[in-house]
């Protein structure tokens, strides 16, 4: 056994540049799972500066000078940041409680409806199974209203954090942007002379990491959008946040779709009843999944992500069970960080045997 273990060692790590992506990748891995929280805002600076930076690089390209080019990126994403926290927050917040305080009545009006199942098809649902369903739906509900509760409570405790969050956070992210050739020299001065490997792996994800994530943002702000207008057209209740909702589910393939459907076609079924109305936002509904899936995706990915729909579900959930929703919006580059590292492994082995 030992012999065994000792032959995949060399076999797999006897090139000292396998050996030094092993050890970045270690690291990375490590500090991410045990001080992940503990790093959260310098993360979440150096992600929204990395992603800024291409902007920044696309005006450069048309001759607009790096510190202009800083400025005016930096001062758009501050008025987003503004336009999120103070209109679009306090709207979604405000929807979310209204939702909650209607549920009583939602689960009332479903207990009536339930309850005359027992009648209509006795063969098939007695009053017993309607009284486990109901109890049950209850524990839900309740369970529900709680969490809502305490962690409004808990964000209002965390409230001052977060408020030095959002001013230190756009410091960095400034500091990142001006100072980036610094930032990165200083750096590589911590990196072994002889990284080639590192640069290829690198290399290969830098563009398709950068072009997933924007195209990604892009994505939910399109869904959200467009699935805002289209409920405010029907005069769907609670547009806002269904809407931002439905955007939000994009960032779980495949499955984010199906679990919003839910809430989406419970509220128009109880504002309408079985109507054409819940018809046409349902189709309505269907047709933006449908476009959103065939025709954006393709025209914001192309060929960027070449991954299994198996392997990107499997990402999803083990990225996400480690990491919550930093986990599951960078599932999908950290799955193909992977894939390219096994690529690029054997390939390097081969090369220098």
């Known amino acids: 056994m030992i012999k065994l273990l000792n032959d995949w060692y060399s076999r797999h790590f ?31 600076a150096i992600i929204i500066a990395y ?41 979604i917040f405000r929807q979310g409680s209204d939702f ?18 027992p009648e209509k ?14 109890s049950s739906i209850r524990g839900q509900i309740t369970e529900f209203s709680q969490n809502f509760v305490s962690s409004s409570l808990s964000s ?21 942007l001006v100072d980036k050739e ?36 892009m994505e939910i702000l399109i869904v959200w959008v467009v699935t805002y207008i289209t409920f405010l057209i029907f005069g769907l209740n609670y547009a806002v946040l269904l809407s931002f909702s439905v955007g939000i589910s994009v960032l779980i393939p495949y499955v984010g779709a199906a679990i919003v459907t839910l809430p989406v076609a419970i509220i128009a079924y109880f504002q309408w009843g079985y109507s054409t109305e819940l018809l046409y936002v349902v189709l309505a509904y269907g047709v ?24 990107i579900i ?19 580059p950290l799955a193909t960080l992977i894939h390219t590292v096994i690529n690029s492994w054997p390939k390097n082995i081969t090369a220098n045997a």
């Open 156 to 176: 209002v405790a965390n409230a001052l954090t977060y408020m030095v969050y959002l001013i230190v956070v756009p410091l960095l992210i400034f500091f990142f």
């Open 100 to 117: 909650v305080l209607e549920i009583p009545g939602m689960f009332s009006k479903g207990q009536e409806i339930l309850m005359q199942l």
């Open 182 to 217: 610094k930032i990165l020299s200083w750096f590589k001065i911590f990196l072994p002379k002889d990284r080639k490997l590192v640069s290829v792996v690198w290399n290969e994800m830098n563009g398709k990491i950068a072009g997933y994530v924007r195209g990604k943002i």
């Open 121 to 134: 098809y006795p063969n098939i649902i007695s009053e017993q199974q309607v009284g486990e369903l109901l």
């Open 14 to 44: 006897n090139d000292p540049q396998v050996a030094i992506l092993a050890l970045l990748i270690f690291v990375s891995a490590t500090l991410l799972y045990f001080i992940g929280d503990i790093l959260a805002p310098l993360l979440a």
């Open 314 to 332: 499997i990402a999803v959930l083990i990225f996400g069970g480690l990491w919550g929703v930093w986990g599951v919006f960078f599932a999908i």
């Open 288 to 311: 933006i999944q449908f476009l959103d899936g065939n025709l954006l995706v393709p025209l914001l990915f192309s060929e960027m992500v070449n991954l299994h729909p198996a392997a």
């Open 51 to 91: 992603l800024l930076d291409g902007v920044v690089l696309a005006c450069v390209k048309h001759k607009i000078p790096r510190f202009i080019a800083i400025i005016l990126t930096f001062s758009v994403f501050i008025i987003f940041l503004l336009v999120v926290l103070f209109i679009l927050a306090p709207l």
